[in-house]
């Protein structure tokens, strides 16, 4: 008994600390809220006796960004010497590297997203990004690795004197 009443009194302060985060960065997100509706042209109201002017160049611009940006999967090249063994093991990297990324966007795709790189290039191009890359064991030392990409407007970090203290998110689920 006393444990829940002491989860919900945790949950209860978590609840006020992350309202307390979310109201710190409304000025924030209200920019990006402008941002986005001008790049999905949404921004502007027609209003009676004037002319109704409005460009396509926010969501064109943000568009080529994320085409260059995204165009071709990221290279993954580390610096080496002229040691053979230090090339073979510094080629090694770069293969995982490269198919850490790939299971990356593959486990993304699969939760009907568009491709990582690609929502990754479009949250640089509009203001932010944020991500939660972790590591999971499915078992056997079979280890999966992950990288959650989370719109940056639900993302809340709380900084204090020794540096970042907490990261709330806060998102609406149906």
């Known amino acids: 008994m006393t444990t829940t009443i002491a989860k919900q009194a945790r949950a209860s302060e978590l609840l006020k600390e992350a309202t307390d985060a979310k109201a710190f960065w409304r000025l924030r997100n209200a920019q990006w809220w402008l941002v986005r509706a001008m790049i999905a042209q949404s921004y502007k109201v027609q209003r009676p006796g004037f002319e109704l002017f409005q460009s396509n160049a926010p969501k064109a611009l943000t568009d080529l960004g994320v085409s260059i940006i995204a165009g071709k999967p990221p290279l993954w090249r580390m610096p080496t010497k002229e040691d053979i063994e230090e090339r073979e093991r510094t080629s090694k990297n ?4 490269e198919g ?9 795709r699969r939760r009907l997203h568009h491709s990582w790189i690609v929502e990754f290039a479009w949250y640089i ?6 991500v939660f890359p972790f590591i999971t064991d499915r078992g056997g030392g079979d280890l999966a690795f ?5 719109d940056p407007m639900d993302v809340y970090p709380v ?16």
């Open 94 to 97: 770069e293969r995982l590297l």
């Open 100 to 108: 850490i990324m790939r299971e990356v966007s593959r486990t993304h």
């Open 159 to 174: 900084a204090g004197s020794d540096g970042l203290e907490a990261v709330y998110r806060v998102y609406t689920t149906s």
């Open 125 to 130: 191009c509009t203001g932010g990004y944020a």
């Open 146 to 150: 992950r990288c959650e990409l989370w």
